[in-house]
T-cell receptor, first 118, second 113 residues
């Protein structure tokens, strides 16, 4: 079963508008973390925002906010005031229980391609 | 530049050849991850190191793949007898115990012809 589901292969938004990228996850752990990364055409994965499962407030980082709905197991990314430079692939990821050595191994979704129109 | 560095950025090789990629993590990071990403997919986990110890390996990591991190600093990923199905982007990431997120390099794009 998919741990991370991103149902929108592609999204289009007008510059300066807000856009929501969907992410649902599947876990039986009580303690987990959710991430969003941006991948421009250059290939590098750029960390955007993190939400811990015990965090009561939705995470925000500048123009990025994470709409965390724990009961629905969703962690949607909201980008406000879209810019042309926001055009990229966006990946939702989750870390679950610790792997060997006390770390975790993030699992990624298939991504959503966002295109911002002028 | 103090980010994660990967070399080479691009590699074209003939089927059956061996290739080796290098990853230099952020200097104070003791955790290092390798992922593979094919077109239209998200990154898939390959292997994880803590310092020099390889602690996790995915079933994706067939016996043609080997990874090392001999001194707990840089890491190498070698693919022997490459196949066309190995064509992908190979991503390296690192983190420290104080980080919630992993920091990625720009990747090595492998094309097997």
């Amino acid at each position: 079963a998919q741990k991370i589901t991103q149902t929108q292969p592609g999204m289009f938004v007008q510059e300066k508008e807000a856009v929501t990228l969907d992410c649902t996850y599947d876990t039986s752990d009580q303690s987990y973390g959710l991430f969003w990364y941006k991948q421009p055409s250059s290939g590098e994965m750029i960390f955007l925002i993190y939400q811990g499962s015990y965090d009561e407030q939705n995470a925000t980082e500048g123009r990025y906010s994470l709409n965390f709905q724990k009961a629905r197991k969703s962690a949607n990314l909201v980008i406000s005031a879209s810019q042309l430079g926001d055009s990229a692939m966006y990946f939702c990821a989750m870390r679950e229980a610790y792997a060997s050595g006390g770390s975790y191994i993030p699992t990624f979704g298939r991504g959503t391609s966002l295109i911002v129109h002028p | 530049d103090t980010g994660v560095s990967q070399d080479p950025r691009h590699k074209i090789t003939k089927r059956g050849q061996n290739v080796t990629f290098r990853c230099d993590p952020i200097s104070e990071h003791n955790r290092l991850y390798w992922y593979r990403q094919t077109l239209g997919q998200g990154p898939e986990f390959l292997t994880y190191f803590q310092n020099e110890a390889q602690l996790e390996k995915s079933r994706l990591l067939s016996d043609r793949f080997s990874a090392e991190r001999p001194k707990g600093s840089f890491s190498t990923l070698e693919i022997q007898r490459t196949e066309q199905g190995d064509s992908a982007m190979y991503l390296c990431a690192s983190s420290s115990p104080g980080n919630t997120e992993a920091f990625f390099g720009q990747g090595t794009r492998l094309t097997v012809v």
